[in-house]
């Protein structure tokens, strides 16, 4: 039977023309799963597993011919994606058959550095030089072996378990996603995550940076929020898109602020500045739920008496300890406490605002200033401030107004911008009210809540992606930093550089920043051991051995469901037997530990196993025997209590349940926030600075932190008048985590292409679909490069910015090679190009030429 595209992708953009689905299946015999017996000639059945592709695990039902997956559905039941699927998964049938996977294990053959030549090995062969390298690096030192996060399915099984049994060096991929919000949300509020709104109560939403039906958002990958936001908009919801880019915004906002990049926390502060101006502020909220009554002196540290932070009581006019009981903080106010001046916290914000004026706002950012006011106004007046109302029995604060922000947060000033994007809110009393701003899916206080604020700055040595330095004592783990201190570890007082690496589902090269410093820094990785789906562009200039990785052909999880109002689980379930000789990445990881002598026993993989999955004491695994994999997961689902075990996810798929009130909002919880203060005030930032000062660091490095979000010009407008545009990179949600090469979704974005105002076009003599290079400069070293690429004229962009898609730039799959650049060639992961949370910043200053 042949298949066409309309039938393929079923109610998707996509629907157009017609290609054989044969063209995959003709060849059957090629893909014939190991072990498999001749079939009736005819049987079908649907069978549950977990979306792979994306980034949120959407529940799936897949049609199964004769134990052959011919047609994959959404799950019904699953909340995230109510049985629909988008285009990246119906496509990623056409991953699972892609005949250009790696199909066995491989081992290289020429010198490294440039394109691979491989030989095919077995299994034993691969593993066992794996395993031997692994052991022998360890035996010398664990942080000698070094494991790169990528697209981690199963964290308990990768990013835990194997990380502590190989006591290796994780190295993350975060400070090029969001991780910056993430740090910013956990050290303001509590929960881990970014910005996004509570969808089903909110009537007003700034999307701030969000590509609304063009990418996820905070935690999510696609279906959820942009079902979310129609059902809101039904409802007479709000939005104002804030963006360079109008991007997948279309007739969802009602209107576009086109920010100037890298200067969202210069618009946060005059919003700010605004609401305090008019004196639309939630004070009660601001006194019982933040620091922002604490008394602060002149040096900028909170007074305490006795270890305990100060207020200033207006009932006694004295100062008392912040949880003394009956007493009425003062909010505002200067006062003097034995010989000490203060003032509350909030009245210093509330002066340090006063510079940052919409008027000022307006001539940074490129917004107008009665705009600022007039959202600052809607703001507001949206926030509903002393209302509340009734949701599941419990009577909760009511402050309709949030924002959306994600990748937003990757620009110099990320993590200040994002605080002041919490503020902002806080001021409102919306953090965590009903219809208001939320971090994560539910009230759960993250333990960098507290660790951040009890940072301290050690002395070197320090590992490679400088965890506790001077430099970045508040640390997303940026992989580029790594690659540029493994260039030049002597200047920052680096003494180990890991020579093993273990690179999983990830594609450095491509996938971070600073292309030409990972390429250097990989070099000299003595041994590189790739697991993957395909040989990407990373395995294929530097990996030793590559194991090849089943796509949807395995076991992972667990996964989880939150969609902020239900939960659940599920597991993603092998779908058919391994194609070609792939095996499940848990396969493998038991298999390299077995050769790595890191299985068995106290604190091996198995051990910590049973302690990442929270195995109860009678499910728990023999740490001396090596389990099936779905044993593995049987034992996990029977210590969740489904007395079934796996057969229950076999059967039905996901279990979902509601999540109350009471667990989904920080004000429902007893006691509100758990008893924590939001910190509008940060005060253990100032700390920072001062240790870091002490350890004679550049102020470059330090400048950032500071107690309350300061505005500065970034570093990209110190280079030169001739880079007179702003580059920003975008994500497309086509390829967001699907690699750029399933030939259905290269149908939909074919090629890479600048985004480019046609004013600014026509200024430099640039046709429509001309090819121009993009030269992109580094403001601290001067150092410039440069990629060619095709014009393409969008409106919907500042004629002072352009926009290159993060993806393309790959070469080694046929699907997706000679299709243009990547623009991670064009940032720097240098100082001032990555600052105080060692985030990467995904904005440069550029020129554009023929």
Known sequence: MRVSRRT?????????????????LNGFELLKPRGAQAAPAVAEDWFPSACWIGKQDCGLLARRINGRVVKLEGHPDDPRNRGRLCPKGQA?????????????????????????????????????LAGEKIKEARARNPELVAWQKGRSKAGSFYDEAFVKAAGALKLHHGAFCSDAGYRAGEYTVGPSGVLHPDFRHTKYVLAWGWNITNSGGNKLCWITYPRELIMAKERGMKVVAIDPRLRGAGPFADEWLPIRPGTDLALALALANALVGEDRIDREFLKKYTNAPFLVKDDGFFLRIDGKEQVWDAASGSAKPFDAAGIDPALEGEFTVGEAKVKTAFQVFREHLAQYTPEWAAGVCGVPAEKIRKVARELG???????????????????????????????????????????????????????????????????????????????????????DSKFYPINSNNSSVAARVMLEPEKYGVTTIPEVLIIHMTNPLLAFGDQEALIKAYKKFKFVVAIDTWLSETADYFADVVLPAA?????????????????????????????????????????????????????????????????????????????????????????????????????????????????????AASPPFSGKRLRLYGESLLRLQEEMKGKKVEQIYWQDYTPLPVWRKPTMDLSGPEYDLYLISFKKIEYKQSRAHVPLLIELAPEQYVEINPQAAGARGIKDGEEVYVESHNAVTGETRRVRVKARYVEGIRPDTVGLSHHYGLWTNPWAKDRGPTPNTLFFSTAGYVTNTADQSFHVKVRVYK
Not at 570 to 586: N, T, V
């Open 8 to 24: 393929f992708v079923k109610g998707s953009a996509a629907a157009v023309g017609g290609l054989a689905l044969s063209q995959y």
């Open 92 to 128: 990623q049938i056409m991953a699972l058959y892609d005949y250009n996977r790696a199909k066995t294990p491989l081992i290289r053959t020429n010198e490294k550095g440039i394109a691979g030549k491989w030989r095919p090995a077995s299994w034993d062969e691969a593993l066992a």
């Open 381 to 467: 007046e949206n926030a509903a401030i002393g209302q509340t109302i009734v949701v599941d029995g419990v009577e909760l604060p009511y402050r309709p107004v949030a924002i959306h922000a994600y990748h937003v947060s990757q620009q110099e000033l990320g993590f200040q911008a994002v605080r002041a994007m919490i503020l902002l809110m806080m001021l409102l009393g919306a953090v965590e009210a009903v219809g208001g701003q939320r971090v994560d899916f539910t009230w759960k206080p993250h333990e960098n809540f507290e660790k951040l604020d009890q940072a301290k700055v050690k002395d070197p040595p320090y590992n490679i992606y400088l965890k």
């Open 551 to 667: 796509a949807m052909e395995k076991y992972e999880g667990p996964i989880g469901l939150a969609t902020g109002y239900e939960d659940g689980k599920a597991l993603r379930l092998p779908l058919m037997e391994p194609l070609f000789q792939s095996k499940g990445e848990i396969d493998i990881y038991l298999d390299l530990c077995e050769k790595a002598g890191i299985l068995y026993g106290k604190d091996g993989y198995l051990d910590q196993l049973n302690k990442a999955l929270k195995l109860k004491d009678e499910y728990k695994l023999d740490a001396n025997t090596r389990p099936a994999v779905r044993d593995i997961f049987d034992r996990w689902a029977k210590s969740e209590g489904f007395a079934e075990g796996i057969r229950y996810f076999e059967e039905k798929g996901v279990k979902v349940s509601q999540v109350p009130a009471s667990k989904r909002y920080g004000l």
